[in-house]
Each structure stands twice: as C-alpha cells, then as structure tokens.
C-alpha cells in the first residue's frame, strides 16, 4: 500500500508535464511564441519547426500589399449571397512610396499612401479625393477576408471575390 501511495505524485507530475509540452506545443496562451521571440531561444525554436523563420521585412511587406489586390465584397448573410457589392483594390508603387488605390464599381476612386504594412496590417493616409485627405484606414488581412477598419474604427468585413 505504501508504494501506491508513492507512485502518484510520480504520475501526477507526469501527466503535469505532457499537459504542458502540449500547451506548449499547441501555442496555448501564446506560451509557444513568447518563448521562441527570446533571443536565446529562437534559433532552437527555428530549428525544431515550432516557428518559422523570420521573414526578410521588405519581402514580406510586399507580399502583404500584393494580398490587398483584387476584388473584395461582401460577406454571405442572413440568406444574402457573398459579393453582391463589390470594390476592387489595387497597389502601385513610385519611387520608394507604395499607395493603395480603391476602385468602385461607381466610377469612386480613392487612394491612399502607406504609411505602414507588417504583421497583416495595411495603414494608409488618403491623399484623394482632396474631401478625405488624411483620413486613416487600415486594411487587415485575416486568411479568406479583408478587415477595412475607418478612422472611427468600424471595421467592415469583405471576402475575395476573384480577379
């Protein structure tokens, strides 16, 4: 009787420890990613798959703003179909400046310079038309949907529609 008494906290401590390599394992809690942002840990962390690599910034910028292009629309609801309203958006670039163009089926064009684009946020400061120079958008990309969040931070959901 007194070895089963002994072997319990064994296998207590060690179910403890297979919940938490799990949780950690599972990024419960960001627990995973905390861990692995410390330098000391982030090249094991690499190595053994829990994160991925770094991405190089001006890289991983401009895939962000390639993401925003296409066509983005409503989201299916209450029985409506998706995309029965739509607005398209695009990325050029001048020089070192990147903008960001919203195109509606209206003939509406605005466009506003990126003041930012990192961690799947866009933010931009209108320049026209001249009514809403310097309004503040932000666009947050989230898998299959676009979050355009205005000035006021109402966010509107869209979902890609195609081209």
Not at 58 to 73: H, M, N, Q, T
Not at 107 to 118: I, P, Q
Not at 134 to 158: M, S
Request: with cysteine.
């Amino acid at each position: 009787m007194t070895t089963h008494r002994t072997l319990w906290p064994a296998i207590v401590a060690v179910a403890v420890f297979a919940a938490a390599a799990a949780s950690f394992a599972n990024n419960l809690g960001g627990a995973r990613n905390a861990a692995c942002a410390l330098p000391a840990l982030n090249g094991s962390c690499v190595k053994y798959g829990l994160v991925a690599a770094a991405a190089d910034p001006p890289a991983a910028r401009a895939a962000l703003l390639d993401r925003v292009e296409g066509v983005w629309g409503n989201a299916a609801k209450d029985g409506a179909a998706a995309c029965t309203t739509t607005l398209r958006y695009t990325h050029t670039t001048r020089g070192e400046e990147d903008f960001i163009v919203l195109h509606m089926p209206d003939g509406y064009e605005s466009v506003g310079r990126v003041a930012s684009a990192e961690n799947g946020s866009i933010f931009t400061r209108t320049l026209t038309p001249a009514s809403e120079t310097g309004t503040q958008w932000e666009l947050r990309l989230e898998d299959d949907r676009l979050l355009q969040v205005d000035n006021v931070n109402v966010a509107t959901p869209l979902v890609k529609c195609g081209g």
